[in-house]
């Protein structure tokens, strides 16, 4: 069983930037593909990042590209999400995402994901 554990959330204006970390444990950390989802209040929990198992492939919707990153550190057991240029709309619960097999296409949709965590609120004030 992988739990996974979110930290860097909190409160931040528009055009900043916050950096989440993701700490996975009790399991094999480079068999995992991993994502970002969020949910906002009312909405659908939607992936804002993912990244393969050796971190070459990665996936970002329209909404984020070219603000958000995502990184993994296969030492450290880490998946970070940088996120820039935060807008009002981006406020919601951010959680963290594994899938077992490692490929992409097993994390980008909420419906494939094997494990989650307990999700960190980012809020960006206008």
């Known amino acids: 069983q992988v739990q996974l554990v979110e930290s860097g959330g909190g409160l931040v204006q528009a055009g900043g930037s916050l950096r989440l970390s993701c700490v996975a444990s009790g399991g094999s950390f480079s068999d995992l593909a991993l994502a970002w989802f969020r949910q906002a209040p009312g909405k659908e929990r939607e992936v804002v990042a993912a990244?393969?198992?050796?971190?070459?492939?990665?996936y970002f919707p329209s909404s984020v590209k070219g603000r958000f990153a995502i990184a993994r550190d296969n030492r450290e057991n880490t998946v970070y999400l940088q996120m820039n240029s935060l807008l009002p709309e981006d406020t919601a619960v951010y959680y963290c995402?594994?899938?077992?097999?490692?490929?992409?296409?097993?994390?980008?949709?909420?419906?494939?994901?094997?494990?989650w965590g307990q999700g960190t609120q980012v809020t960006v004030s206008s």
């Open positions: 990244i393969n198992w050796s971190g070459g492939s990665t």
């Open positions: 995402a594994a899938s077992l097999g490692g490929l992409l296409e097993a994390v980008t949709t909420k419906e494939d994901v094997h494990y």
